[in-house]
């Protein structure tokens, strides 16, 4: 029986630039960093006392052949607008600049990208 998620895989071309973004921009902290191989370095980050479950990030010193795709990746907030803000003063590309109201208008979501364009998510319960 599957338990949780252990991790989600993404892959990014330059390892500083995401490992900085997704720690200064989304709050994680960088647990790991490691080389997989000569050709593949990995980092994995998580949530201060939440660490049960981890981002990995994938960097090609050459080609990675890309055997899959993540659509999204969300994250829970308390007020989405707040957050928002913070995202534009941070010079982070938003998708949405307004929240979208979502299912029966319970919940609220915001788009924005990553440093290399991943699609994220914030949403507001």
């Not at 900085?20 to 080389?35: D, K, N, P, W």
């Not at 370095?41 to 010193?61: M, Q």
């Amino acid at each position: 029986m599957i338990k949780k998620i252990e991790h989600i895989g993404i892959v990014v071309s330059n390892m500083d630039r995401s490992i900085h973004f997704y720690e200064t921009v989304l709050g994680l902290s960088l647990r790991s960093r490691q080389f997989l191989n000569e050709q593949v370095e990995l980092a994995f980050l998580s949530y201060p006392n939440h660490s049960n479950v981890e981002i990995e990030l994938i960097s090609g010193k050459g080609e990675i052949e890309v055997e899959g795709k993540v659509n999204h990746l969300a994250f829970t907030v308390d007020n989405i607008e707040e957050e928002i803000n913070r995202l534009n003063q941070l010079d982070v590309k938003m998708v949405d600049f307004e929240p979208r109201i979502v299912l029966k208008e319970h919940i609220k979501i915001a788009f924005f990208e990553g440093p290399d364009g991943e699609k994220l998510e914030l949403v507001e319960r």
